[in-house]
């Protein structure tokens, strides 16, 4: 099951936002996408590389000209989104 961290939904919130800005068709294709790489997650966690040497993994998702990263661990069946970023965002 994907869960996600306080700073996480607020990260999906945010992208979310700034895609409706631009256009709601967009918004509706990013929140589709990132069901899909939720369930990508979902299914083979182990999967994806580990990120910075540590606990967490990241899965990439490609949208448009651009990449946005997911930063999740896994929490025994569980897997836990901790953030998401654009690929170009600086990351704090």
């Not at 994806?48 to 949208?63: E, N």
């Amino acid at each position: 099951m994907i869960r996600y961290t306080p700073d996480a939904r607020k990260d999906v919130l945010r992208l979310y936002a700034w895609q409706a800005a631009r256009s709601e068709e967009l918004a509706e294709r990013f929140r589709e996408l990132l069901n899909e790489t939720e369930n990508r997650i979902a299914a083979r966690p182990k999967m994806f590389p580990s990120a910075a040497g540590g606990d967490a993994r990241k899965c990439l998702m490609r949208f448009g000209r651009g990449v946005y990263v997911l930063y999740f661990t896994i929490d025994g069946e569980d897997q836990v989104i901790l953030r998401v970023w654009h690929g170009r965002e600086e990351r704090r």
